[in-house]
């Protein structure tokens, strides 16, 4: 079974009724649903199916809010040359290509990822190589895009081959949904590219659900584990998938079982039409708050917000210490407060 691409395959599996506002959705942004994901929905309750929910159009999501935006993190601001967005000085993001394995309806790159688009030309990735070859500063190069794991396996190794042939780049890492929702493109070849023979690579996975979490995605999570390569979790904090303890609870814990350390939560970012996935700050430091005494620390993700306009990423988890100055106190795990000298 291939890929679905259309509302009319999304209806043919009676994920979708024929509706006018979800064809202005769909017109919004590309459909992918992989046959891993499918597999994996709950088809007696596809609504409220954690699942269908980051793959499947909604009307909602031509419901635009005043505040939301179409480059929520100011990425253009922060782009020197096509494909790199150079913010921090030690580390800056490489995005060969927007196309993604699915297309999550939330998606912080929602005005730019899409099959085709915007990927880099031969030329245009040489230029963005040249500059990274002239910036001595830059430690780490972060594979993003779009979805870095959607190149071709030669592409794939060529870059990052060329980027170990770049002395100061001493660490290559790879933000990615493929091995969570299309596992069968890991074969041996793409793992291969993985090894850079100087630098090290570390694969971040972004994870939502517990139930994401099928045999083929946990056989490909232990065959890059195997291989020796790292494994980070990044999760979006969405409402109505797992805005709640419980599925974080055994979201991070599934994580750790896969070899995967849970790195961020982030807070969902102001991108037009993903209203409906949004919870508050409020609502997501006291999630943070329920977990502390229940997870480990290894378990345990930095919930992070991106400052919108180009600001970085900060944490935004509770604040553990009292504001009186003067008198410091500390709240424990477990609703207790007690003195400490300051
Ligand atoms: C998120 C991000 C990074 C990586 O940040 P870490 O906190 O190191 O994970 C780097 N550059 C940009 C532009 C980013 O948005
Ligand atoms: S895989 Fe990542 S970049 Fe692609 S649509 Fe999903 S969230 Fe966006």
């Given at each position: ?7 009319d ?5 009676g994920?979708v ?13 590309a ?13 007696r309750?596809?609504a ?12 909602a ?14 990425d ?5 040359v096509?494909?790199?967005v ?10 060969p290509?927007h196309?993604?394995?699915v ?32 910036h ?11 979805d ?11 870059l990052?081959a060329?980027?170990d042939?770049i ?14 929702v ?5 074969g ?5 590219a993985?090894k850079p023979r100087r ?11 517990a139930?994401?979490?099928g045999?083929?995605?946990?056989d490909a999570?232990?065959?890059l584990?195997?291989?020796?390569i790292?494994?980070l979790?990044?999760t ?9 303890v419980?599925t ?13 350390k849970p ?35 290894l ?21 553990y ?5 003067d ?15 300051g």
């Amino acid at each position: 079974m291939p890929t679905l691409r259309s509302l009319d395959a999304l209806e043919r599996e009676g994920l979708v009724t024929p509706d006018p506002l979800l064809a202005a959705a769909a017109e919004t942004m590309a459909i992918a649903l992989t046959p891993e994901m499918l597999a994996l929905i709950d088809r007696r309750d596809v609504a409220n199916d954690p699942i269908a929910r980051q793959f499947v159009p909604s009307a909602a999501e031509t419901v635009i809010a005043p505040e939301e935006r179409d480059d929520p993190i100011g990425d253009e601001a922060r782009s020197p040359v096509k494909g790199i967005v150079h913010r921090y000085p030690d580390r800056l993001l490489l995005k060969p290509l927007h196309a993604c394995p699915v297309y999550c309806r939330f998606c912080f790159r929602r005005e730019k990822v899409g099959p085709g688009g915007e990927a880099l030309s031969d030329a245009e990735l040489e230029a963005a190589l040249a500059y990274i070859r002239a910036h001595p500063e830059v430690w780490e190069v972060i594979l993003t895009g779009g979805d870095p794991l959607m190149l071709a396996p030669r592409r794939l190794a060529a870059l990052i081959a060329a980027l170990d042939a770049i002395p100061h780049v001493a660490v290559i890492r790879l933000h990615s949904r493929v091995p969570i929702v299309e596992p069968s493109r890991l074969g041996d070849e793409v793992v291969a590219a993985l090894k850079p023979r100087r630098a090290t690579l570390w694969l971040g996975v972004h994870c939502n659900h517990a139930r994401e979490l099928g045999a083929p995605t946990k056989d490909a999570l232990r065959r890059l584990a195997d291989a020796g390569i790292p494994l980070l979790g990044q999760t979006v904090l969405l409402a109505g998938i797992n805005d709640d303890v419980e599925t974080l609870d055994t979201l991070m814990r599934a994580l750790v079982a896969a070899r995967v350390k849970p790195y961020y939560l982030h807070h969902p970012d102001l991108v037009r039409g993903t209203g409906h996935f949004r919870v508050s700050i409020a609502r997501g430091q006291a999630l943070m708050k329920a977990l502390r005494g229940r997870l480990s620390g290894l378990a345990t993700p930095t919930y992070v917000l991106d400052v919108p306009g180009g600001y970085g990423k900060v944490p935004v988890g509770p604040n553990y210490l009292g504001d009186d100055p003067d008198a410091l106190t500390v709240g424990d795990a477990f609703g207790g407060r007690h003195p400490y000298p300051g």
